[in-house]
């Protein structure tokens, strides 16, 4: 079982940074931040930029995985994303991640001045965006004409090969699907439907949510004549944030059903009162 936390970008840098250390040496499998322009559920609280903050977790730590979770298509241009990828890549010497979701927070369209976005569309550009970012990190170059974005661009390949990871967040059938066609990992969490406003789900109505997910994973792949071994899922948790972070048996005990689902990796959150020692027991050695 892969765990790994996210750090959400709400105290002073140093901290941050601080804290990316620790969750390497506890022995996590990967660091992630959030890639919202203010957090979306508290946009008047102080918030750093996710992929500013990668950088430096890539300098601060030699071995855990590091990435966004997600990269929202909103806040740049796909040929912009894969830049930065690919920096944060060579930065972190080849541990980088690239989670990319649809973007629901609503603030991060009116901070950057655009006009609201239906899902459909959304859905749209982010399929295009995983397709110029697949090849600008696969091949270094694009030459891109689509319905959203319409490009030429060279970026310097990323150390690792063929590219990094791409992981998906996906609630929604479209983005499932989409997942199933193009990414390595299919990140979800148990929110009824798509906008971040919705109620989240918990409890057997929390597992029947995700293994529905999964059930549309499988049937897609089967579509495509992809093994879906070769998909790796992951599931966002609310450990940390929105509840307390349970003990090593308690966690065992929650994710087995998730795990009877077919997810193998699980994200927990930094704990919301630094309770380093707490979140060290759930440490993936710790199982």
Excluded: K
């Amino acid at each position: 079982m892969r765990i790994d936390v996210l750090i959400l970008q709400n105290a002073p840098a140093a901290e941050l940074v601080e804290r990316a250390r620790q969750v390497e040496e506890m022995g996590f499998d990967a660091v992630w931040v959030a890639d919202h322009f203010v957090n979306p559920y508290s946009p008047t609280a102080d918030w750093l930029d996710g992929w500013t903050l990668l950088g430096s977790f890539a300098l601060a730590t030699t071995r855990v995985r590091i990435g966004p979770l997600v990269s929202a298509p909103v806040l740049r241009s796909p040929s912009l994303l894969a830049l930065q990828a690919t920096t944060v890549d060579h930065l972190s010497g080849g541990r980088l991640e690239l989670a990319l979701g649809a973007g629901g927070a609503p603030l991060d369209v009116s901070m950057m001045g655009l006009p609201p976005r239906e899902p459909a569309e959304r859905l749209g550009r982010l399929g295009e965006t995983v397709e110029v970012v697949d090849a600008l990190l696969t091949h270094g170059e694009v030459d891109h004409r689509g319905r959203f974005y319409d490009l030429e661009a060279r970026v310097q390949r990323p150390l690792q090969v063929p590219r990094p990871p791409l992981v998906l967040g996906a609630l929604a059938p479209g983005a499932l699907r989409l997942a199933a066609a193009r990414a390595d990992c299919l990140s979800t969490y148990a929110v009824a439907t798509g906008p971040l406003s919705a109620g989240v789900a918990s409890g057997q109505e929390a597992v029947d949510l995700i293994r529905e997910r999964m059930q549309i994973v499988d049937a897609e792949c089967a579509r495509i004549g992809r093994d879906p071994s070769t998909l790796r899922r992951s599931l966002l948790t609310l450990f940390g944030y929105l509840e307390p972070l349970p003990d090593r048996d308690g966690f065992a005990r929650w994710a087995r059903p998730y795990q009877e689902a077919g997810v193998g990796e699980f994200v927990v959150y930094w704990p919301a009162h630094d309770d380093s020692e707490r979140l060290a027991g759930l440490s993936p050695s710790s199982f």
